[in-house]
């Protein structure tokens, strides 16, 4: 067998490292298609489910709509009101079925401790029928989907009196 030279082992391990170095390139070009081909998949999952989602919805709300252009309808050829407005609150009952059934959960706040993550306080109010820090009234409703606070509670947070301070006010007259 001939001996081989520095010259030649130098080459052979070249070619091996060329070799390896291709076999990696191919390795890495596949595993990006294959990254590019997931995304695209992902992409096309979430537009189905985007589209499958208004979709339910739409199909929860449009009722709704038709029975609200109903009821101005009926309302055009016949002017009694408590027709109407019977018919506005079965609308109502009728739109908050549909969004609960969509997840749509709707809560109140009153007579609980105020919690900044579920209610916005608009105003306190004085009094000593409540302790203090307690939502004694709501401006409008809180509404929750899937455990998220989606919209606060607007309340009104109680506040203890301070002394004295309803005389002043009674002596101004």
């Known amino acids: 067998m001939k001996k081989k030279g520095p010259v030649t082992k130098m080459r052979e391990q070249l070619e091996e490292k060329e070799k390896m170095v291709k076999e990696l390139n191919d390795k890495y070009l596949r595993a990006m298609a294959e990254l590019d081909n997931y995304r695209k998949v992902m992409d096309k999952r979430m537009n189905d489910y985007r589209r499958s989602s208004k979709t339910r919805f739409f199909d929860k709300i449009i009722p709704v709509l038709d029975s609200f252009d109903r009821a101005l309808s009926g309302a055009e050829m016949n002017h009694n009101f408590d027709n109407f407005y019977k018919g506005i609150e079965i609308i109502h009952r009728q739109l908050r079925d549909s969004l609960k059934a969509l997840g749509l959960v709707e809560f109140s706040g009153i007579g609980e401790e105020f919690n ?10 004085e009094t000593d029928e409540h302790p203090e820090n307690v939502v004694v009234d709501e401006i409008s409703k809180g509404y929750i989907v899937d455990d998220q606070v989606i919209k606060p509670a607007k309340v009104l947070v109680s506040k203890q009196k301070k002394g004295g301070q309803e005389d002043g006010e009674n002596n101004r007259d």
């Open 116 to 125: 900044p993550s579920r209610h916005e306080a608009v105003a306190t109010v």
